[in-house]
């Protein structure tokens, strides 16, 4: 049964950094694209970051230049290293993959890291 698990979350005060973590574990599959989202209080969730399989990357704009997306395909593990956070960066960050055959894949979720972030 395939698990998505993040850590790393926390509380970090304004401009500040962490650094997120998403490990894939019981796949049998290819893990193709994999990212992650965000969804704060009474808001709707949203994108952050995408990565491919191959390395290839996708920002949101509320992030482009302070956060970064990579993942280590030969350990499952994607990350996201953020810097200078702002305090509207507080939410839920979830992440996905993709995985399965490459003409039938499911989008799998994990169950979310809480970053705070205090002015």
């Known amino acids: 049964q395939v698990r998505l698990v993040e850590s790393g979350g926390g509380l970090v005060q304004a401009g500040g950094s962490l650094r997120l973590s998403c490990v894939v574990s019981?796949?049998?599959?290819?893990?193709?694209?994999m990212g992650w989202h965000r969804q704060a209080p009474g808001k709707q969730r949203e994108l952050v970051a995408t990565?491919?399989?191959?390395?290839?990357?996708n920002y949101g704009d509320s992030v482009k230049g302070r956060f970064t997306i990579s993942r280590d395909n030969a350990k499952n593990t994607m990350y996201l290293q953020m810097t200078s956070l702002e305090p509207e960066d507080t939410a839920v960050y979830f992440c996905?993959?993709?995985?399965?055959?490459?003409?039938?894949?499911?989008?799998?979720w994990g169950q979310g890291t809480q970053v705070t972030v205090s002015s």
């Open positions: 996905n993959a993709d995985i399965g055959p490459d003409s039938d894949y499911f989008d799998y």
């Open positions: 019981g796949n049998r599959f290819t893990i193709h694209t």
């Open positions: 990565i491919t399989s191959s390395g290839s990357t």
